[in-house]
């Protein structure tokens, strides 16, 4: 088992829930609460220096009684270490967790893509929007065992989804906003934008 | 690597060093913008611009909304996710064995690479030891796999910045490569190659003296296209100096591959965690001293060389044997036995109806790639269909870098550092 295990035991007592090792890799289970402090700690500290961030995904289990797990894949480039943190998010309440986007930056689109996919919430992630998806996708969060492989509108619904959607729907409120700023929008998309026809901005609340 | 001989910085012509325009666009009246000079008709106004998802500078379906100011990128916004196929979702309903014709389509520049990762992450998780041959050919499989994509990179980016030799050069002897491909698994793109626990076929007659005459002839193709590139006015004037990442930024944006190599960081995959034997090859890591377009195109060029020095090793040591491991319950029987054999037609039909059953555990498994770490990371339950299968996608994660490699550039600096960060979009979007 890997060392650092024993290193953050004694550094963060209860908030390091479990350690097992499967297939030569050792994986440590925190309390969701205390992720940044202890993944800040891990990156920082002399000794540790998981300094490479390989990857953020999410794992969610056949069983749905079984939390949902977000998984942080870690790499120290000086001692060619690799470590795999790992926290678990009870159904039942709000999937949220904080954002590691302060530590490094990568985190950014790969949180993103987790929120898209999962959709767990980062907190005070600077800009958490869909990006594997569209932003008016209304089908859900695509990964979650509880979303059918073929999605959750029939075909002709997500044909016809498409066809009417509105060519500034294709460009984020940011990006109009820009343009609105600077040169203005043609009086037509200005309109339908006055009217609220972008499509239906899903409600992940309603969807799950 | 060699050491640049010409240093040339025209790319930042009508930009002071803080990103500010301090020559006119095109069509402006310079005496007549000093006249105005209280009030600048173009100060202040910004435009957005859309590039893509249909633009053959974007490699692929990737689309970019731009603000411009003049001709300065002041901010992008990146779109990702037109080819998104759900590939990570199909993965759970689908044996370990089936996900291989998944894996061609991600990188489709690189398919070998991805069956090989595939079936070692699959092979880690179910502690499957391969044999001696597989190992040697997986080794061929990968560096073939990583020429051709640097070749298809270095062509079509010499096209982004207007020379077009080098890319006909690039694909004549990436199609040398396809031809090998084609002979070992009947595919050009869609190779397919591995299955767990050794490979699809053993190479044909013939592959080993063809590959042994493109190691030996295709270094003077690496030789002409330095020579054309290397020391070019134009190619310098519109790579050095562009889309620099220090070391810090680029380890802060885990950037991977030649794009991390370039900023100066030795992380390299085969040499770090090393995997089929690699640390037993002698080959060298190139590493770039400014982390500019410049240098990743040097470090691509050297790695075709260490790549082929790489070959040229597992050629001579190839040993005899078997491709697949002894064991009935991962190996598919011959047709022939199937045909022929009760034992072997009942363990044909568990495999094909059945699959193979993981333990349960979890296996993150990552091999250097073309474009970087791939990784791919298991979830297993103890059936014979994964829980859970990600892709480290190596594209994706340097694409995300883009933005903070434009912002404050021209935009035709935005065609170069966008075409030199390497993606594909398959495996952005999986």
């Known amino acids: ?208 | 690597m060699a050491k640049r001989t010409l240093e040339v910085d025209l790319a930042t012509t009508g930009v002071d060093a803080q990103g500010n325009p301090i020559t006119l666009p095109l069509g402006v009246d310079a005496d007549a913008a000093a006249q105005a000079s209280d009030g600048p008709a173009l100060a202040g106004e910004h435009m957005l611009i859309n590039i893509g998802p249909q633009h053959p500078a974007t490699h692929g379906v990737l689309r970019l909304v731009v603000e411009l100011d003049g001709e300065v990128v002041v901010r992008v916004i990146p779109h990702v996710g037109y080819l998104h196929s759900g590939f990570e979702k199909l993965g759970e309903y689908r044996y370990y064995n089936q996900l291989i014709p998944l894996t061609d389509r991600m990188d489709y520049l690189a398919p070998m690479s991805n069956n090989v990762c595939l079936a070692m992450a699959a092979e880690k998780l179910m502690g499957v030891e391969i044999t001696e041959r597989c190992k040697v050919l997986r080794v061929i499989a990968c560096e073939t796999n990583r020429i051709i994509s640097h070749l298809v990179w270095l062509g079509t980016t010499s096209i982004d910045m207007g020379a077009f030799t080098p890319f006909l050069w690039c694909f004549q002897q990436r199609e040398r490569i396809y031809d090998l491909q084609e002979m070992w698994t009947g595919a050009r793109l869609t190779t397919s190659l591995t299955r767990i626990g050794g490979l699809m076929a053993d190479i044909p007659d013939g592959f080993e003296d063809g590959l042994r005459e493109f190691c030996k002839t295709f270094p003077k193709t690496i030789q002409e296209v330095d020579s054309i590139l290397s020391n070019n006015g134009i190619w310098c004037g519109r790579t050095q100096g562009v889309g620099i990442f220090t070391a810090e930024q680029a380890l802060d944006y885990s950037l991977s591959g030649p794009l991390l190599r370039a900023s100066g960081v030795a992380y390299d995959v085969r040499k770090d965690r090393p995997y089929l034997d690699y640390e037993t090859y002698d080959f060298d890591i190139p590493l770039g001293e400014r982390g500019d377009v410049y240098d990743r195109y040097m470090v691509r060029l050297e790695e075709l060389r260490q790549s082929t020095r790489i070959l040229e090793q597992a050629l001579d040591r190839l040993p005899d044997g078997p491709i697949n491991v002894d064991d009935p319950r991962i190996t598919l029987p011959p047709k022939s036995a199937a045909m022929s054999d009760m034992e072997a037609m009942i363990f044909h039909f568990k495999q094909v109806m059945e699959g193979i059953p993981a333990p349960v555990g979890e296996a993150y498994f990552s091999l250097e790639g073309p474009k970087g770490e791939l990784g791919y990371y298991f979830v297993s339950d103890g059936t014979a269909k994964p829980v859970r299968w990600r892709v480290r996608p190596p594209s994706f994660i340097n694409l995300a870098a883009l933005p903070a490699m434009c912002e404050g550039r021209l935009l035709s600096d935005m065609i170069a550092i966008n075409a030199s960060i390497d993606i594909v979009m398959g495996e952005v979007d999986r």
């Open chain 1, 1 to 208: 088992m890997n060392p650092s295990v024993e290193a953050l035991r004694s550094e963060f007592g209860d908030a390091l829930v479990s350690a097992e090792v499967s297939c030569g890799d050792t994986y440590i289970y925190i309390d969701p609460a205390r992720n940044a402090e202890i993944l800040s700690w891990l990156k920082d500290t002399p000794g540790q220096v998981y300094n490479y961030l390989v990857d953020i995904t999410a794992v969610e289990y056949r069983d749905a009684e079984l939390p949902i797990e977000v998984v942080y894949e870690l790499f120290s480039l000086d001692r060619q270490v690799p470590f795999r943190v790992k926290a678990r998010l009870p159904k039942g309440e709000s999937l949220e967790i904080a954002s590691i986007v302060s530590l490094w930056s990568a985190a950014d689109w790969l949180e993103r893509e987790v929120y898209d996919m999962f959709g767990i919430i980062f907190t005070d992630h600077p800009d958490l929007r869909r990006i594997l998806m569209w932003e008016t996708y209304a089908e859900g969060h695509p990964l979650r065992k509880s979303f059918p492989l073929r999605g959750r509108f029939s075909r002709s619904e997500q044909v016809r989804q498409a066809l009417n959607a509105n060519p500034e729907a294709h460009y984020s409120l940011e990006e109009l906003s820009i343009a609105s700023e600077n040169y203005g929008l043609p009086e037509k998309m200005r309109d339908r934008l006055r009217r609220g026809e972008r499509g239906n901005i899903p409600d992940p609340e309603v969807v799950e």
